[in-house]
C-alpha cells in the first residue's frame, strides 16, 4: 500500500539522526528562539499582512473561503523537523509528559502532508510513533505503533476522533480539511487576545463529523498573518466540546509561512487541558518520501 516497493529504498543511515541528510546549499536552518518570537511576528506582520489586497474596513471583504484557504496555506512548510513536548493535565489533578520529536513534509503537489512522530520519553509510551499520509486526491490514512502491539495498526477513519496518544489532540487533527466538504460562513470580525480575527463558521456537509471527529467549527483567524488563534469545535448534536488556542506564531520561512509554537486545547466537558510546545526547529531539510512509511515505525530512523 503506502510502504516501499522493492526497487524503492529510503536511505538509512547507522545513526538515527543521519538518515535525514543535510543539502548545505540548499538546506536554511531555523532555530526557534522563544525569546525572539514577539519581535518577530510583530516586525513581519507590519509589512506583509495576509490580507493586504483587501480593502481595510471598506466594502472589499475576502469571503469565508478564501479566508480558511489562505489560513491553511499560510501554514504549509515545506519539510520541518523538530521536537515537542506533550503536557495534558486532568481536572484531578493527574498530569503526563510526553516529549516528541517529528519530521513533516509536504506532499509533490504543495498540498499533501506527510508527517510522523515517535515519543523519545513518557513511561509506556516512549518508543510509540505515529504516522499521517495525507495526499490530495486520495484518501488520507493514519498508522499507530505501540511497542505492545508489536507491529503498526491503521487507525480507522471512524478513530480519528481519539485523542493523540491519550491528549485531547485528536487523530484527525493532522488532517487538512476538505473545504469542499464544508458549509463556510463569515461571521464577522472579532479581537481575540488583543488581535484582530475574521471570525467563520464551518459545518461539515456529511453529518457524520470532519475528518476530526467534530461537527461545526468556530474559528477566528488573524488578519494579520491568516493563522488561527482560537477554534470552537461542536460535537455533532450542537454542543461545544473543545476549544483550540494558539498562543505564539512566528514565521519559519522567506515565504510567508508560519508555525504555532504554542497550543492549548481544553475539553469543556472533562475539563481536561493539552498543552503542546514546539523547540529545535528546522526547516528545509531533505528526506526521502520513502521515510514516511508504515513498515519504518517500529525502527529507530532518526
Known sequence: MHGTSS???PRLHKRR????SRNSS?????????????VLVAGLALVSPAFADFEDGGSLVPDARTIWERSLAAQRVGTVRGEAVLRTVRRSGHATRLDISFVAKLDSNGWGRLL?????????????????????????????YLPALGSPR????????EGYFGSEFTHGGFLQP????????????????????????????????????????????RQDNAVER????YDDTGRPSKVMDAREVIPVADDGKWMVLRRRMHNLRSETVSFVSFRNIETGVDVDDAFFSPQHLSMQLW
Request: with cysteine; net charge positive; aromatic share 6%.
Open 7 to 9: 526497487n524503492v529504498k
Open 17 to 20: 539522526r543521519q538518515h535525514i
Open 26 to 38: 540548499r538546506t536554511q536552518r531555523h532555530q526557534v528562539r522563544l525569546q525572539l518570537a514577539c
Open 116 to 144: 510522523v512522530s515517535r515519543i523519545e520519553s513518557g513511561g509506556p509510551l516512549q518508543g510509540s510513533s505515529f504516522l499521517t499520509l495525507d495526499k490530495q486526491g486520495a484518501p488520507p490514512t493514519q498508522w499507530l
Open 154 to 161: 491503521r487507525i480507522s477513519a471512524s478513530s480519528r476522533g
Open 178 to 221: 476538505r473545504l469542499e466538504d464544508f458549509e463556510i460562513k463569515l461571521l464577522g470580525q472579532e479581537t481575540v487576545g488583543g488581535t484582530p480575527c475574521w471570525k467563520i463558521e464551518a459545518v461539515p456537509k456529511n453529518l457524520v463529523g470532519d475528518a476530526a471527529g467534530h461537527g461545526k467549527l468556530l474559528m477566528w483567524i
Open 230 to 233: 482560537r477554534v470552537l469545535y
